[in-house]
């Protein structure tokens, strides 16, 4: 269900995201939020039918959060790995 694999994210887009030094601490690691952006490009679905469970994993949290993390926060604080 993946697009790129998460080594790969995590060795080619991660590295390149500047990381922010505020904001709120983030349960899921970076290539997994890059990863879900990745499949909404690919599939084109809306934010309210992101397969969040199966993209993020139980410790996951819902779409919105996928948004916060996005537009909000700037996708730079979740290169962080983890905002912490």
């Known amino acids: ?32 939020v890059v990863g879900a952006i990745l499949y909404k490009l690919k599939t084109g679905c809306q934010w309210r039918l992101l397969p969040v469970k199966e993209l993020l994993g139980e410790e996951g949290f819902g779409w919105q959060g996928v948004c916060i993390t996005i537009f909000k926060n700037g996708l730079q604080t979740a290169a962080s790995g983890g905002y912490g």
């Not at 080594?7 to 997994?32: C, E, F, M, T, Y």
């Open 1 to 32: 269900m993946e697009v790129l694999s998460e080594d790969s994210i995590n060795k080619w887009v991660v590295p390149q995201l500047s990381v922010g030094k505020r904001g709120p601490k983030l349960h899921v690691a970076a290539s997994k």
